[in-house]
């Protein structure tokens, strides 16, 4: 009797798919959480303020932007090939002290995972 619900099933299915995997996140509610960021760095120019410059920050490899004194932590991770991914992102903007361990960045990290998400999605934005 339950194989009668099945079209009915198949046709919601259809209809309204549930996304799995990355969530999307918000960039212009980004940019507003960058302002936390932005006292440090910058993600629209290459230019290194206090912090690295976070311009086509995606696919490098930590602790290699140009001009930039890294501490020797964040050079080491690089060197043993840490870049800069969504997943790996995430990890270091939720506690940067427990991903890199003796990173110069002050900054405590973000709690709220939508912040990350929606902080993620805007520095996208900066890496194509």
Known sequence: MWYRFLPICLLFA??????????????????????????????????????????????????????????????????????????SLRDYLHDPKAKVKGTKMAFVGLKDDTDITNLIAYLKQYSK
């Open 14 to 87: 259809i209809a309204f798919p549930i996304e799995v995997g990355a969530q999307e996140g918000d960039p212009a509610a980004g940019a507003t959480v960058f302002k936390k960021c932005g006292i440090c760095h910058v993600a629209e120019t290459d230019q290194n303020k206090v912090g690295p410059s976070l311009n086509g920050l995606f696919g490098r490899t930590a602790g290699t932007h140009p001009n930039f004194a890294y501490s020797q932590a964040m050079q080491d991770v690089g060197k043993a090939g840490l870049v800069w991914n969504e997943t």
